[in-house]
């Protein structure tokens, strides 16, 4: 069955409306005192303040691991992917994030096919567990400014992942400079994820539910539900 062999690409939805970058992947706009207290935004002109020094090169990166996005105080960051919540924590860098990893490999174009990790930092707030099932959507944290921050926002960081013999996951390029993390910004496709149960036509639902009933190998539900979806596309819906 052709279903069961393609890979899915990996496309990330927005987790709050509106999407606003304040800092994009590789970028190195953070600087803070050389004991990685006091963190500020760097001057117009690039340079850190008096007595400051660049953040990221202190924490052993080339520089930032991810997209800083707007996120003002309290405000509820969704799920910008289906996964299973494997990191629930609380970082000194980072703050208190979550981590989701896909429950299925990803094409990520020029990363190759892993599972993939999508990560949210600085909340005050997480909403979800430790090994829940999310969709696209769900919230799963309240933005806030926790860890080495300079204001409230959501930092959103994707790690192509594996998993070893005893079930742990680990980074794949994990020496890139980056902590294994990738640039997300390219696997965004445009909506936000609150919208997407609300936009997607009634035959891409019936899909996904036939993929599910395929993976837990009951075959003959499964075929039925994609003749379902056919027959929905064929009038539009």
């Not at 990996?10 to 190195?28: A, D, K, M």
């Not at 909340?123 to 944290?141: C, F, R, S, T, W």
Request: net charge neutral.
């Amino acid at each position: 069955n052709s279903h069961s062999f393609q890979m899915k690409p990996l496309y990330l939805y927005y987790p709050y409306r509106p999407f606003i970058i304040g800092q994009r992947f590789g970028e190195n706009n953070a600087c803070s005192n050389p004991d990685l207290t006091g963190v500020v935004s760097q001057n117009s002109d690039g340079t850190c303040p008096p007595g400051k020094v660049k953040l990221y090169p202190l924490l052993g990166m080339k520089g930032h691991t991810g997209l800083d996005l707007h996120a003002p105080d309290g405000v509820t960051l969704r799920s910008p992917v289906d996964g299973i919540v494997k990191e629930v924590q609380l970082e000194p860098e980072r703050g208190l994030g979550v981590g989701i990893i896909s429950k299925e490999k990803k094409d990520m174009g020029q990363h190759g096919e892993h599972y993939a990790k999508v990560r949210q930092w600085h909340g005050k707030k997480i909403l979800v567990q430790l090994g829940q099932e999310v969709k696209i959507g769900d919230p799963v944290m309240l933005a806030d400014n926790t860890g080495l921050s300079a204001g409230s926002h959501n930092h959103l960081e994707v790690k192509p992942v594996e998993y070893s013999a005893n079930g742990d996951h680990y980074n794949v390029f994990q020496d890139n400079g980056y902590y294994g993390s990738i640039d997300p910004l390219p696997f965004f496709v445009g909506t936000y994820a609150e919208d997407y149960y609300k936009i997607l036509p009634a035959s891409v639902h019936v899909s996904v539910f036939a993929a599910e009933l395929e993976a837990k190998g009951n075959l003959v539900a499964s075929k039925r539900m994609y003749a379902l979806a056919a027959f929905l596309r064929a009038f539009g819906n």
